[in-house]
C-alpha cells in the first residue's frame, strides 16, 4: 500500500464523514424548526383560549419542542417533510374555517 492509497483512503473517509455530519445537521434543523413552529402554534392557541402570560407560552413551546424533537428523532426527513405538509394543511383548513364563520 503506497502514499497514493492511504491519501485516497483519507480523502475518501473525509468525504463521507462531511456527508453524514451535513445530513445528520439537516435532519436537527428541519426536526428543531418543525418543534418550534408547532409550539408556537399550539402556545399561542392556548393563550388565546386560556389568557395565560409569556412565560406559560415560552414554557409550552419549550415542552413541545422537546417532545416533538423526541418523536421525530426516529424518523426520516422525508418522513417529516410530509408531516410537516400535513400541518401546513390543516392549518390552511382552519384559517378557512376562521375565515368563513360568522
Known sequence: MGIGDKMRGLASSAQEGVKSSTLSFFHFTLRFVTGILLGLVL?????ELVGYGTFALLFVMVVVLGIVMKVLSNWSMGQILIFDLICVLVAMLLRM?????P
Open 43 to 47: 402556545g399561542l392557541i392556548g393563550q
Open 97 to 101: 374555517y376562521i375565515l368563513v364563520a
